[in-house]
């Protein structure tokens, strides 16, 4: 039997605030323990939240760059339950009244493209977590570290649209670009400021309604999702061939293992007692302020890949690794405004240098400079390669270390005359070789030429040189 | 030994008389910590009295005054605090075992203000434990006693602080009112109690109940001190997103003005029933009589949705109180049990310690009402009948500018008399639930005494934001029925 597999993701984003979501502390990663918290986030008794504008106004944004409808009124509600790294023993979460409904991401698949359904975007706070001392089994303690509690998180919950892990990663890698490009969220993974859980079931092909689900949990890379989604649909699918049924269950993602392990069964679930949080009036977001945000929105990948290939000319390859990094395209652009010669070569090299680009240590000018002159023929590839190496590790300008290191390439025509006519001279045998038929001593000429030169020579130029000078080989 | 006559002086006479150096805030402090000393081993009606405190506030005062400088209003005059109000590094109980010992790193934007204006802090006042209960019997630390007969409470659960400001332990205090918790304590103690509009003032730092009712206010002797005292507290603070942003009047002035043409609305539904006492109609009657010789003109109003009222609010407040009671856990502050092998034992056992009978009930209650299958039912369902009883309000103040009610249906009761049956001691609080469910401004103001010599109020409700026309009518009452102020005990 064939079966077909649904999956819909959840991702937890971390909002790039400086402040948490309902008091002034820090979100700084990396505090010691404790010290980013105040009486409100650590829920001491009469303590009350104040919504951050910032958090909300991430949020909006992202339901703008995702096509989702901004609702006017949303309401944030509790969700109750005990555990030590959650001072309140409830999340303020909005719930059945979200801030964004209804958007969606184009992914890229088999060369066409795929829309995903968005259905929700909702604005809630982190918990703390616990360190144990000694092994997880027998701690001796638990100690609380509450310094992420009431940092602000956004919950982007997709439609069940996807078919396949690789969908799955596209679409992941798709959102991390928009949330990123936004300013929305730092991406970053290892530290959990983006976190996805997987909805994933799988159904005997021409079925329509959905097979049993289970949630599959602790992934904490692209890859992981992607490895995940592989080993839970494989076990799935086993088990109904086997005769079994799958239950609805939440699963975590052992990545040593490979396997995917049950966590907990849907009758254990909790009863979280939601209800709107009486601390919170409704969130209400006016048009003015959706349109003042909506004004704030940059390029999104998509548009911007689509942009780069029209406006510059270079492949889509190229367009998407470029837009794959917002500073990386914005950086090239930079460079390509410098000098406008071959934005393939610019995009060649922007790609190269990704690295130090993205680490802020190179300048577009380097870049342009750089390509300008091997296109003008003042520099070689390699001497090109070897400057901007230096501009590395000296921080002094290209175009200065070009002169001081002497590589500007001999463009000069008529110097470039007389070495060829020496060479030409030293080597009477070769030339009539040549002539006589082997198009292939052409290289010997160039390196000799090159070899006189000290390198400095344009290969380019000696070449049409020796070609005038030698007139067509007989055949 | 300092031996002021200070339970013949009003808040403002107090305040005025340091102002002027008639006497000092030492000798004013003095005095009242004398009297706490002598009168409230009878009453209990402090959990902690802050002496030291107190009388270095009121050096202070003194040594600042003799610069020329007067820190506000109440420049060093003995006020109280609800023991639900945080001050920092001064323990805040709640009533409650589980807090027991907190200190809280923080001051409630009231104490800010109270401190603000001036006021000497005496100490934290005894209350219901998490303001859950009519008689502050539920207190881990014990009942407090009616002043006006010390075998009878004080109404709750701002009982503590009705029962201190009628015997004189202190000029004024600063309650919390869920569902009459201000207001039914003033009128079985004989003093004025205010519940504001919701959103009056700030409830940062005001350990939470029923967040959706709870309102803190004044508790005074007489209208215009608590109209003062009001005015002090009230006001925008951005801590407390449910606070509204408008100025705050003249509260003292409006309790001079005239009730001439004010019209005043009868309630039939509060009238009707038979669990009003003879006695208490027969009181309120007279403070009708009183505003009607004043040139108010009466007329008869209905709010079809008052039956539903109180099951509506023993839905609602459980629902809250069961979510904002649920952070006492024993991890972080508070009691902790001893011993516990894990986690889910060390919770459950410190909850099952720390709590009282009339918490856990409610947290039961409140913890069924928002479970899944029965929310729609229960908590659902009264949050659409409390948007009932608020259209009843809205509609009753196109006729009416202020309505005339009882307060408590009866006069103080015995201790022990409600205690065995939590029915009867909810419908203590009939009178006084549907203002908080509409979220508009009550008062209690005395207007008579039962033939066993226990004062009756009479509640005056108006629509939100009208405090102004509250303390209009009850300063028109307290004109025309002079009652004795201060608790025989007292006096």
């Not at chain 1, 999340?91 to 359904?117: F, M, N």
């Not at chain 1, 360190?131 to 919950?157: K, T, W, Y």
């Not at chain 2, 201000?182 to 919701?198: D, N």
């Amino acid at each position: 039997m064939a079966f077909e597999t649904v999956i819909g993701l959840e991702v937890h984003a971390q909002l790039s605030t400086r402040s948490k979501i309902f008091c002034a502390c820090s979100t700084a990663f990396g505090a010691s323990p404790n010290e980013n918290t105040c009486p409100v986030c650590t829920g001491m008794p009469g303590v009350l939240p104040v919504l951050n504008r910032k958090a909300v106004e991430c949020a909006i944004r992202t339901a703008l760059a995702t096509s989702c409808a901004v609702q006017r009124r949303s309401v944030f509600a509790r969700k109750n339950y005990f555990y030590p790294d959650l001072p309140k023993a409830y999340q303020i979460s909005q719930y059945e009244l979200p801030i964004a409904l209804g958007g969606h991401v184009d992914i890229e698949v088999d060369g066409g493209t795929k829309r995903i359904g968005i259905t929700r975007i909702h604005m809630e706070e982190d918990a703390g977590k616990l360190v144990h001392e000694g092994e997880f089994a027998g701690a001796q303690a638990s100690l609380a570290d509450l310094n992420r509690c009431s940092v602000p998180l956004m919950e982007i919950v997709s439609e069940p649209d996807m078919r396949t892990p690789e969908e799955g990663g596209a679409y992941l890698r798709r959102l991390h670009d928009i949330l990123v490009y936004l300013g929305v969220c730092d991406g970053n993974m290892e530290e959990g400021s983006f976190r996805c859980d997987a909805n994933v079931s799988v159904r005997p092909v021409g079925q329509a309604a959905f097979g049993t689900k289970a949630e599959l949990k602790n992934m904490n890379s692209f890859r992981n999702v992607e490895k995940a989604l592989e080993y839970e649909i494989r076990r799935q699918v086993e088990l109904i061939e086997d005769g079994g049924m799958v239950v609805q269950e939440t699963r975590l993602w052992d990545a040593n293992a490979g396997v995917t392990v049950s966590m907990r069964r849907k009758e254990e679930a909790h009863d979280y007692r939601y209800f709107p949080d009486p601390d919170l009036l409704p969130l209400v977001v006016d048009d003015a302020w959706v349109e003042e945000l909506r004004a704030t929105i940059p390029e999104m990948p998509a548009e911007k890949i689509a942009r780069l290939g029209r406006q510059y000319g270079i492949p889509r390859y190229d367009a998407g690794i470029l837009a794959s990094t917002r500073a990386l395209a914005d950086f090239f652009e930079a460079s390509a405004a410098i000098f406008g010669g071959n934005p393939k070569t610019t995009a060649n090299e922007c790609v190269h240098w990704k690295d130090a680009v993205l680490a802020g240590t190179l300048s577009p000018e380097t870049i342009a400079h750089a390509v300008e002159d091997r296109e003008r023929g003042t520099i070689s590839a390699t001497a090109s390669k070897r400057l901007v190496e230096l501009v590395l590790s000296t921080g002094k300008p290209f175009r200065a270390l070009r002169d001081e290191q002497g590589l500007t390439q001999l463009s000069d025509a008529s110097a470039l005359d007389l070495l060829v006519d020496k060479v030409l001279a030293a080597s009477p045998k070769e030339v009539e070789g040549y002539r006589a038929g082997k198009a292939g001593l052409l290289s010997f000429f160039v390196g000799q030429v090159m070899k006189e030169s000290r390198g400095k020579a344009n290969p380019k130029m000696v070449q049409e040189v020796l070609k005038k000078k030698l007139g067509p080989p007989m055949v | 030994m300092a031996n002021l006559p200070v339970q013949e002086w009003t808040l403002l006479e107090a305040a005025r008389k340091v102002r002027e150096k008639e006497i000092s805030s030492r000798e004013l402090t003095a005095t009242i910590l004398a009297r706490i000393e002598a009168l409230d081993p009878k009453i209990h009606a402090y959990i902690t009295v802050l002496p030291e405190a107190a009388a270095a506030q009121a050096a202070a005062c003194d040594e600042e005054q003799a610069k020329g400088a007067l820190r506000g209003p109440f420049h060093g005059v003995p006020i109280g605090l609800k023991d639900i109000f945080c001050t920092r590094g001064v323990r805040t109980t709640c009533g409650s075992r589980i807090l027991r010992d907190f200190l809280p790193p923080y001051d409630a934007c009231v104490t800010e203000k109270v401190l603000a204006a001036g006021a000497v802090v005496t100490g934290k006042h005894n209350m219901d434990e998490f303001a859950m209960g009519s008689s502050t019997e539920t207190s881990f630390f014990g009942a407090t006693r009616n002043p006006w007969d010390v075998s009878r409470i004080p109404g709750g659960s701002s009982g503590g602080t009705a029962a201190a400001v009628a015997a004189a332990m202190c000029f004024a205090g600063v309650g919390t009112d869920t569902g009459g918790s201000i207001r039914q304590p003033a009128s079985l103690c004989g003093v004025v109690g205010v519940k504001p509009t919701y959103g009056r003032v700030s409830r940062y730092g005001m350990v939470a109940f029923a967040s959706s009712l709870d309102q803190g206010g004044p508790i005074a002797r007489t209208v215009a001190d608590a109209a003062a005292l009001l005015g002090v507290i009230a006001g925008y603070d951005r801590r407390d997103s449910t606070c509204v942003d408008i100025p705050v009047p003249d509260y003292h002035a409006a309790a001079e003005r005239p009730v001439k043409g004010l019209r005043v609305g009868l309630p039939k539904e509060y009238y009707e029933g038979g669990g009003l006492s003879s006695e208490v109609r027969a009181a309120v009657e007279k403070a009708l009589k009183a505003l009607t010789d004043q040139g108010a003109e009466v007329v008869d109003v209905s709010l079809p949705h008052t039956s539903f009222a109180l099951s509506t609010y023993y839905l609602i407040a459980p629902a809250e109180a069961s979510s904002n009671l649920a952070r006492y856990d024993g991890v972080r502050y508070g009691h902790r049990a001893e011993g516990a092998s894990g986690l889910i034992e060390m919770m459950s056992r410190t909850r099952a310690e720390g709590f009282g009978d009339e918490v856990k009930r409610r947290i039961m209650i409140g913890t069924y009402a928002l479970s899944a299958g029965y929310y729609d039912a229960f908590y659902g369902k009264a949050q659409k009948v409390r948007t009932l009883i608020r259209d009843d309000f809205t509609k009753a103040f196109e006729a009416a500018d202020v309505l005339l009610t009882p307060t408590a249906p009866t006069p103080a009761f015995r201790l022990g008399e409600k205690t065995g049956n939590p029915l009867t001691m909810y419908l203590s609080d009939i009178y006084t639930i549907p203002c908080n469910l509409a979220g508009i401004p009550g008062i209690s103001v005395p207007c008579g005494f039962s033939a066993e010599g226990l004062p009756i109020g009479a509640q005056l409700l108006a629509n939100s934001f009208r405090e102004e026309t509250l303390f209009t009518a009850a300063g028109a009452i307290e004109r025309a029925l002079p009652v004795r102020r201060v608790a025989p005990l007292g006096g």
